[in-house]
């Protein structure tokens, strides 16, 4: 079974940072802004001669990591922008 591992990538960074940023929890929410981000971002494929340490080390690498949550962050504007959820939230903070 392929897998793209970006979209792998895509899912770790987010996870990460859903506590630092106004994410709101909505499920459609969350998975617009990762629909969005992969539109922006090629996917990656390994062939079966790629071994395990260079798959980790994709997914470690530090550059990549601040791309992919470049293209979260737009993500997240583009969808939660206007989100209820989201204003709900920076009310009950103000
Ligand atoms: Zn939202």
Do not use: H
């Amino acid at each position: 079974m392929l897998k793209n591992y970006m979209e792998i990538l895509v899912d770790q960074v987010f996870n990460e940072v859903i506590d630092k940023y106004d994410i709101c929890v909505n499920e459609s929410c969350s998975n617009d802004i990762k629909a969005i981000a992969l539109n922006n971002l090629k996917p990656v494929y390994f062939l079966s001669s790629v071994n395990e340490g260079e798959k980790k080390a994709f997914l470690l690498d530090r550059q990549r990591k601040i791309t992919v949550l470049a293209k979260i962050t737009e993500a997240v504007d583009v969808v939660c922008g206007k989100c209820e959820d989201k204003q709900q939230k920076m009310r009950e903070t103000v």
